[in-house]
């Protein structure tokens, strides 16, 4: 790889000074004092722009319609591979939330060659890896096989084994099912899950991205038959890419990958079309009742961008300077200066749909005023002022110094390029990502934050006491209760 790093200046001393601003006016809230962070000694920041180039990986298409990409890193005896199946979560038929998840999870629990245990034994034996998820909201499903490039044979057979002949035994599946429920109980407990499903389903309604998660009725309702035809149906090898990064060369890892994926029947697939997000919704508050809870957990945001839109580098931007980490201004208004939280954030998804940007932070409930005080401040600042280009300095070289760092870690690089394939990105895409980055400018933060933090359509979910808590949240815009079952409430 050919790099080039002129000067970035990641190293930034900074003392937080508080001092008082103006006192602002958020969507249906009173006016209060807000403060802002003022830098000093602050290390000077290099205008030069990150020159890079990234390696790029052999594609090949093989016979049977798979694509595999190959990326050659020789710095460790190591090789991982990444097999990205073009269908998840969001297929999920209506009546059945967590079919994805559930065959991707009993991927490991038995094949026609081995049993759980035999397969897990095989794995550890080699002090390998296999793993297989599907998360909800993703529009596909990850299995991920690494270690020592010595057993490269052995590795690509054993996660050949789980993903291509599955038997889903049916005492495995009796213990998922257990598994699964006392899973779905905790979760009622869990502030952070109750706040993001509350959220999901307030700004996609019908969309399939508002199931966050599974139901008793649909784990109590898994069957072997449903396991097998969505895994038929899906894992075929046209809706597949396979990469691989590591200590090999491209010739001998197509060989083996033919060896043990090239049996790999096709067949054309029907995939699902998710169509248009719904509109967005007008701004309402939505509180999730834990009674006694000591502390309110806040998530608010609305819609962000595809991760192909031309704009989306610009909500990255924007998204830092706001939320994206400690040195951003949630972070310096919330936590240093205001000492109401641990930590606030903000974040933006990564997918083929609109997916989700949103701020979020736990706070004492005692605070939770003047925490939605300052989150509305925050909101109305970065829309209405331009971002002082010292702070968009700040955070477009901390974005590629990021980016920069990662470029040492080959199965990052492998998912870059596995996003390239997924997205239909260009394929200079990454050479070119710091330099679209430095040309994001204080009136293209600002047009991004006008666009997508849209004070009219936020959507708000607080998770706590609603006692203590529901009329504060009033004098911000209309409340609907829910329990931590998810009924509304009267």
């Known amino acids: ?8 200046g ?14 602002a006016q958020g969507e249906g809230q009173h006016g209060a004092s807000a403060s802002k962070v003022v ?14 180039t990234l390696p790029r990986p052999v594609v090949t298409k093989l016979p049977n319609g798979l694509t595999l990409l190959v990326l050659e890193q020789h710095k460790l005896p190591t090789v991982a591979f990444s097999l990205r199946i073009q269908s998840g979560a969001m297929t999920d038929p209506k009546d059945m939330p967590g079919l994805a998840m559930f065959t991707a999870d009993m991927l490991k629990e038995g094949t026609t060659h081995r049993t759980s245990s035999q397969l897990a034994s095989d794995v550890d034996n080699i002090g390998s890896s296999l793993n297989a998820s599907a998360r909800f909201s993703s529009d596909s499903t990850q299995i991920s096989a690494s270690g020592l490039v010595t057993n490269t044979d052995r590795i690509l057979e054993l996660m050949s084994d789980a993903t291509l002949n599955p038997n889903f035994p049916q005492d495995e599946l009796e213990k998922y099912k257990k598994r699964q429920i006392a899973n779905l109980e905790q979760q009622r407990s869990d502030p952070d899950f109750l706040g993001e499903e509350r959220f999901r389903h307030a700004v996609y309604g019908s969309f399939p991205a508002a199931v966050f998660a599974a139901t ?8 072997q038959a449903q396991l097998q035809a969505f895994h038929d149906r899906y894992y075929v090898p046209s809706n597949a890419i396979l990469g691989v990064a590591g200590d090999v060369k491209p010739s001998e890892i197509k060989d083996l990958v033919l060896k043990y994926f090239g049996g790999w029947k096709d067949h054309p697939i029907d995939k699902a079309k998710l169509g248009d997000v719904p509109p967005p919704s007008a701004f309402k508050i939505y509180l999730v009742d834990r009674p006694g809870s000591v502390q309110t957990n806040i998530l608010a945001g609305d819609y962000g961008a595809r991760r192909a839109d031309a704009d989306y580098i610009s909500l990255v931007v924007m998204n830092r300077v706001l939320g994206g980490g400690p040195q951003a201004r949630l972070f310096l208004n919330l936590r240093e200066d205001k000492s109401y939280t641990y930590g606030a954030y903000s974040q933006i998804g990564d997918d083929t749909y609109r997916a989700a940007w949103y701020a979020n932070t736990e706070v004492r409930t ?12 925050e909101f109305n600042r970065i829309r209405d002022q331009q971002v002082p280009e010292n702070e968009l300095d700040e955070s477009r070289h901390a974005i590629v110094a990021n980016f920069a760092l990662s470029l040492e870690q080959p199965q990052r690089l492998l998912n870059y390029w596995m996003l390239v394939q997924a997205y239909g990105l260009p ?24 666009k997508y ?38």
């Open 1 to 8: 790889m050919r790099m080039k790093i002129l000067s970035l």
């Open 39 to 52: 830098r000093l000694g602050r290390a000077p920041v290099s205008k030069d722009i990150l020159k890079v």
């Open 216 to 223: 008793r009725e649909s784990v109590s309702g898994i069957s």
């Open 366 to 377: 005692a605070v939770t005023d003047g925490s939605m005080h300052e989150l509305m401040y």
């Open 453 to 490: 933090v849209d004070l009219a359509h936020l959507q708000v979910v607080c998770v706590g006491d609603r006692k203590q808590i529901e009329d504060v949240l009033k004098k911000y815009g209309p409340v609907e209760v829910y329990d931590a079952d998810g009924k509304r409430m009267p």
């Open 427 to 450: 394929q200079d895409y990454w050479d070119r990502y710091p330099e679209h980055v430095a040309k994001v400018n204080q009136e293209v933060v600002q047009t991004a934050a006008k």
């Open 10 to 23: 990641l190293v930034t001393l900074t003392i937080f000074c508080p001092t008082t601003l103006l006192r």
